[in-house]
């Protein structure tokens, strides 16, 4: 899981970059059936700071990304982890007829896209 | 004395050597890795524990009554634990029995149990604790307003609570403190809270339920909060201040960092861990480098509940399902999937009617999420069309009179006029097992626990259960 850093976070006023260069580690999971949470891990704390002041990873604009209302996603910071968190209701819950993932594991991809 | 009054007797918190607790199995039945099993046995652990069960396959195992894991390697691993904790004479606790820990769940694992003991001619004293909450319980908490959902929940109708094929609560500590009382060697529980399984026995002790609880949070996983992740057994040596996490995978290392992050995942909320006693507040936890391998865990807060709160789980059938597997290669049919299946949906209704449900996953098309219509694949499709009905029979019908009619269907601009499906299996419609869906994913509080969970004491004569 511990690759080396692909590069040094540039400063905030460099060109946007996509987040998948920023972090090493980007997932999503059920938190329950009814709930799904996607986490992100950075490879440094200038990446973290980047990425957790960007427009693109506040809680709405993240909720947005995954076709839900405003306020529907909610943010955890994690400086100490170099860590993002978002957990967002499930549009199905988990194994109902329908459902295309009843683990949610692979839910991360609208996140790796994101530009920062 | 058994097992767990010898525990008892001999071990008091803060009273001499801190506690070794052996996580054995974070999923038993799908394989316990056995050289970091014996490295743990190796460090003569005070109990043994495994957690067997899960809410993440899905309803269906709850509502069917099945194990998910296969019973040829529920055995194994039953045989790997059960042996170990004997020899040893020490408790072994097993939590949420045959994956969804309801009574059918229960029973398979127990008979497992014994057949293993009657082969190798062990007798123990043995637990169990049934974890079924009768509908009637459940209504009587929606009446009342203690029945609160987890997350967005849809709220259920009394019938819908009343059409569950099981439901389950997950037992706490309070619980397996009445089990433990019965002296067991083995506790075997349905569905417990996977914290109960790794903390009753502490708190019992005299350990701080936080603590207690903190340390069974981490380890029910065994070598999951580990750089790298993994299955292995897991140790954690607990003393009145906090505890010492160990892998017994030497190639897999609790990191301060990896520890730490293990808070993140499945949880909802990072900072805040709601347990059946509790709250764990997690962000005063330290966490601190013993060495490259291993990491000592003390401060996480705890805020007691006055009085247990109880999770419950409820499966309900829908129905019986078929598949058909299909693939799509033409270019111009990929463009207009979406209208063709609901034509084709619609000329099938009249066909063959009946209450059933359609649902189609186009792998490449949006399946797993949606996809913007620029990613949607435009040149090869993989079709999964899930039917839902009453009955296995009109789901089967549906489903082979779907796939002709697909097969052959004229939309405007079609060029390949031989057929609009690529099959790799014959039949490509397959009968798919019974269809659930979670109707109760609660909290209930002010529980009547003591009589929902009820505790029985065996003797196990050479696998014999009296």
Same mark, same amino acid.
Request: hydrophobic residues 45%.
């Given at each position: 899981?511990?690759?080396?850093?692909?590069?040094?976070?540039?400063?905030?006023?460099?060109?946007?970059?996509?987040?998948?260069?920023?972090?090493?580690?980007?997932?999503?999971?059920?938190?329950?059936?009814?709930?799904?949470?996607?986490?992100?891990?950075?490879?440094?704390?200038?990446?973290?700071?980047?990425?957790?002041?960007?427009?693109?990873?506040?809680?709405?604009?993240?909720?947005?990304?995954?076709?839900?209302?405003?306020?529907?996603?909610?943010?955890?910071?994690?400086?100490?982890?170099?860590?993002?968190?978002?957990?967002?209701?499930?549009?199905?819950?988990?194994?109902?007829?329908?459902?295309?993932?009843?683990?949610?594991?692979?839910?991360?991809?609208?996140?790796?896209?994101?530009?920062? | 004395?058994?097992?767990?009054?010898?525990?008892?007797?001999?071990?008091?918190?803060?009273?001499?050597?801190?506690?070794?607790? @052996?996580?054995?199995?974070?999923?038993?039945?799908?394989?316990?890795?056995?050289?970091?099993?014996?490295?743990?046995?190796?460090?003569?652990?005070?109990?043994?524990?495994?957690?067997?069960?899960?809410?993440?396959?899905?309803?269906?195992?709850?509502?069917?009554?099945?194990?998910?894991?296969?019973?040829?390697?529920?055995?194994?691993? @039953?045989?790997?634990?059960?042996?170990?904790?004997?020899?040893?004479?020490?408790?072994?606790?097993?939590?949420?029995?045959?994956?969804?820990?309801?009574?059918?769940?229960?029973?398979?694992?127990?008979?497992?149990?014994?057949? #293993?003991?009657?082969?190798?001619?062990?007798?123990?004293?043995?637990?169990?604790?049934?974890?079924?909450?009768?509908?009637?319980?459940?209504?009587?908490?929606?009446?009342?307003?203690?029945?609160?959902?987890?997350?967005?929940?849809?709220?259920?109708?009394?019938?819908?609570?009343?059409?569950?094929?099981?439901?389950?609560?997950?037992?706490?500590?309070?619980?397996?403190?009445?089990?433990?009382?019965?002296?067991?060697?083995?506790?075997?529980?349905?569905?417990?809270?996977?914290?109960?399984?790794?903390?009753?026995?502490?708190?019992?002790?005299?350990?701080?339920?936080?603590?207690?609880?903190?340390?069974?949070?981490? #380890?029910?996983?065994?070598?999951?909060?580990?750089?790298?992740?993994?299955?292995?057994?897991?140790?954690?040596?607990?003393?009145?201040?906090?505890?010492?996490?160990?892998?017994?995978?030497?190639?897999?290392?609790?990191?301060?960092?990896?520890?730490?992050?293990?808070?993140?995942?499945?949880?909802?909320?990072?900072?805040?861990?709601?347990?059946?006693?509790?709250?764990?507040?997690?962000?005063?936890?330290?966490?601190?480098?013993?060495?490259?391998?291993?990491?000592?865990?003390?401060?996480?807060?705890?805020?007691?509940?006055?009085?247990?709160?109880?999770?419950?789980?409820?499966?309900?059938?829908?129905?019986?399902?078929?598949?058909?597997?299909?693939?799509?290669?033409?270019?111009?049919?990929?463009?207009?999937?979406?209208?063709?299946?609901?034509?084709?949906?619609?000329?099938?209704?009249?066909?063959?009617?009946?209450?059933?449900?359609?649902?189609?996953? #186009?792998?490449?098309?949006?399946?797993?999420?949606?996809?913007?219509?620029?990613?949607?694949?435009?040149?090869?499709?993989?079709?999964?069309?899930?039917?839902?009905?009453?009955?296995?029979?009109?789901?089967?019908?549906?489903?082979?009179?779907?796939?002709?009619?697909?097969?052959?269907?004229?939309?405007?601009?079609?060029?390949?006029?031989?057929?609009?499906?690529?099959?790799?299996?014959?039949?490509?419609?397959?009968?798919?097992?019974?269809?659930?869906?979670?109707?109760?994913?609660?909290?209930?509080?002010?529980?009547?626990?003591?009589?929902?969970?009820?505790?029985?004491?065996?003797?196990?004569?050479?696998?014999?259960?009296?």
């Amino acid at each position: 899981m511990h690759t080396a850093p692909l590069s040094p976070a540039a400063p905030p006023s460099s060109p946007p970059v996509p987040l998948s260069a920023l972090a090493r580690v980007v997932r999503s999971k059920n938190a329950g059936p009814t709930q799904l949470t996607l986490d992100l891990f950075f490879h440094e704390a200038a990446g973290y700071e980047r990425a957790a002041a960007s427009a693109a990873l506040q809680a709405d604009a993240v909720a947005g990304l995954y076709g839900l209302a405003a306020g529907e996603a909610r943010r955890f910071e994690l400086p100490a982890l170099q860590a993002l968190k978002f957990t967002l209701p499930r549009r199905v819950v988990a194994g109902s007829p329908g459902d295309g993932d009843v683990y949610g594991a692979q839910q991360h991809g609208p996140l790796l896209g994101v530009e920062i | 004395m058994h097992a767990t009054q010898r525990l008892l007797q001999s071990h008091r918190a803060g009273a001499g050597e801190p506690l070794r607790v @052996l996580a054995a199995s974070g999923q038993l039945g799908y394989g316990i890795p056995e050289p970091a099993l014996r490295r743990g046995l190796e460090r003569q652990p005070h109990f043994i524990g495994c957690d067997m069960g899960s809410i993440d396959p899905g309803p269906y195992y709850l509502g069917s009554g099945t194990m998910a894991a296969p019973p040829a390697v529920v055995r194994r691993d @039953l045989a790997l634990v059960l042996g170990a904790a004997l020899e040893a004479r020490v408790p072994l606790v097993i939590g949420s029995a045959g994956t969804a820990g309801a009574r059918p769940h229960l029973q398979a694992t127990l008979d497992l149990l014994c057949e #293993v003991a009657r082969e190798q001619g062990w007798s123990f004293r043995l637990a169990t604790v049934a974890s079924d909450v009768p509908a009637q319980t459940v209504l009587a908490a929606r009446r009342e307003g203690r029945l609160q959902p987890i997350g967005p929940m849809p709220e259920p109708a009394e019938d819908d609570i009343r059409a569950c094929a099981h439901i389950v609560g997950q037992c706490g500590t309070e619980t397996l403190e009445r089990a433990f009382a019965t002296d067991p060697d083995v506790l075997l529980a349905g569905r417990a809270c996977d914290t109960a399984i790794f903390a009753t026995l502490p708190v019992m002790l005299g350990y701080a339920p936080g603590i207690s609880l903190h340390m069974a949070k981490i #380890v029910e996983c065994t070598s999951l909060c580990c750089t790298p992740g993994g299955r292995d057994a897991m140790l954690a040596k607990l003393d009145p201040e906090g505890f010492e996490l160990e892998s017994m995978n030497p190639d897999a290392h609790a990191t301060p960092a990896s520890v730490a992050a293990h808070a993140l995942y499945e949880q909802a909320d990072p900072f805040e861990v709601e347990e059946p006693q509790g709250t764990l507040d997690l962000r005063i936890a330290r966490y601190t480098a013993l060495d490259a391998h291993r990491t000592r865990v003390e401060g996480a807060g705890f805020r007691a509940r006055p009085r247990p709160t109880l999770k419950i789980e409820g499966a309900a059938r829908v129905g019986a399902r078929a598949v058909l597997l299909a693939g799509v290669a033409d270019p111009v049919l990929l463009r207009v999937l979406p209208e063709v299946l609901a034509a084709v949906e619609h000329k099938v209704r009249a066909l063959a009617p009946g209450p059933w449900q359609m649902h189609p996953h #186009v792998y490449g098309q949006g399946a797993v999420r949606p996809l913007p219509a620029a990613q949607r694949s435009a040149h090869e499709a993989g079709l999964v069309l899930e039917f839902v009905a009453p009955e296995a029979a009109l789901a089967r019908t549906v489903a082979a009179v779907f796939k002709q009619n697909l097969l052959h269907h004229g939309y405007p601009g079609r060029v390949a006029t031989a057929g609009n499906l690529a099959f790799a299996l014959t039949p490509s419609e397959l009968d798919a097992h019974e269809a659930f869906r979670f109707v109760l994913y609660h909290v209930m509080h002010d529980a009547p626990l003591d009589e929902i969970f009820s505790v029985q004491a065996h003797e196990v004569v050479r696998g014999e259960l009296h």
